[in-house]
Structure formats: C-alpha cells, structure tokens
C-alpha cells in the first residue's frame, strides 16, 4: 500500500533563506504527485503538479522536482517570505482519477 | 467566480443525528472527492465519484453516504454509524479531462463537531 512520508514535520527559517521541503513514496509507480499549501483551518491551495513522466515544475519562487525511481520528491522555495508561512502537503495519485495519497505535512514558519 | 462551495464552514450535531455536507462546483469537473482530516494525521479519502450518477468508495467510508445526482453537486452525509465523526471535512474536484486532467482543487472545509 502507497505511503507518503514528508520530512521534516516542522520547520523555522528567518526570512530571505532558501529551504527545501522533502516527501518520499513508497510505490514508484505513481501517476502524478502534488503539492499543496494550507493555512490553518482552510482548505487547500494547489501549488504544483508533477506528471510521472515529468522531472520538474516551476511557479514564481517555488520549484519541484520529482525523482520517481528513489520515490522522492522536493519542494524548493526561494527566498522565503513570512507569507509563507504554512503547512505544506505533498499527495500521489497512483491511478488517475482515483485519489490522492497524502503526506502528513510539514509546518513552515518564516520569521521577519 | 469559478470554484468550489462548502457549507456550512462550521457546523455542530449532537450524537446520533444524521447529517450532511454540502458541496458544490462551478469548474464544469467531471470528478469530485470527499476527505476527512484529522489533527496530526494526513488527508483521508471517503468516497470519490468520476461521472455523475457513479462514485467509489475510499478508504475510510464506514458511516458515510453520497449522491452524484448532478455534475455540480457531491453532497456527503455523515450518519449515526460513524464512530469518530468530528473532524475537519474537505471537498474536491478534478477536470478529468484535458491537461493536467487529474489536479485536485480544493473547496474551503466545513468543521464538523459532534457532542
């Protein structure tokens, strides 16, 4: 059964540092991956989406990177701003259409 | 505006009270989900339905129901039977069609506490 595992579950940055959020599967054979924002008691902001057979997204500050054959997945913010500040999901689709497997999330602060 | 509707955005029940979610799209999305969120835990998937008048069950639809009697509308019922109901409860929908066909959004949540 896919697990989706995100690392580290809380980080604190000062403003202006590039940061680097990390989600792993353990199934390969996955159909697309997705990243999400969510701001406490919201719903979720899509932030990117991978296709299997694509290697990288990029929008504005943010860049991911998807490596299917390790299962890994990174999610790269530059010069990251208080705004920021979130929880960040990372979520598979093994088959498409089906649903998303996700990550538990890892809680971004950035101090001014 | 094109999006996804929730509501209520809070909501309460005594114990052994049916009740239902409500949500509504306006994105002409061919697939809608339900997932429930839980403190400390990731996003859990209900029911999903890819066409109108057919849905699936997810991983955890124990003491749920659904209809997907209109494209717009994917309405989720919470029953007497769920043992741990109170949760945060999240709507989504995909095109399921077209590029990126399958890329989830997201409607705002309804918090649902049961006492």
């Known amino acids: 059964k896919q697990e989706v595992t995100q690392i580290p579950a809380a980080l604190s940055v000062p403003e202006g540092e590039n940061l680097v959020l990390n989600c792993s599967f353990t199934?390969?054979?996955?159909?697309?991956l997705q990243w999400f924002r969510q701001d406490p008691g919201k719903g979720l902001t899509s932030l990117l989406l991978i296709q299997s057979s694509q290697r990288e997204q990029t929008s504005g500050r943010l860049n991911a990177s998807l490596d299917k054959s390790s299962g890994r997945s990174t999610l790269y913010i530059a010069a990251s701003q208080p705004g920021d500040s979130a929880t960040y999901l990372c979520a598979v689709e093994d088959q498409a259409g089906t649903a998303l497997i996700f990550g538990k999330g890892t809680t971004l602060s950035v101090s001014s | 505006d094109g999006g996804i509707t929730q509501s209520p955005k809070y909501l309460f029940r005594k114990e052994g009270q049916n009740v239902t979610l409500s949500c509504e799209q306006n994105l002409n999305h061919d697939a809608m989900y339900w997932y429930r969120q839980d403190p400390g835990q990731g996003l859990r998937l209900i029911y999903y339905?890819?066409?109108?008048?057919?849905?699936q069950k997810g991983d955890i639809a124990e003491g749920y129901s659904v209809s997907r009697e209109k494209k717009e509308s994917f309405p989720l019922t919470v029953t007497s039977a769920q043992k741990n109901p109170t949760a945060f409860y999240l709507c989504?929908?995909?095109?399921?069609?077209?590029?990126?066909?399958?890329?989830?959004?997201f409607g705002p949540g309804t918090r649902l506490t049961v006492t």
């Open positions: 989504a929908s995909s095109p399921g069609q077209g590029v990126n066909s399958y890329e989830q959004y």
């Open positions: 199934d390969s054979a996955i159909y697309n």
């Open positions: 339905s890819q066409i109108v008048n057919d849905f």
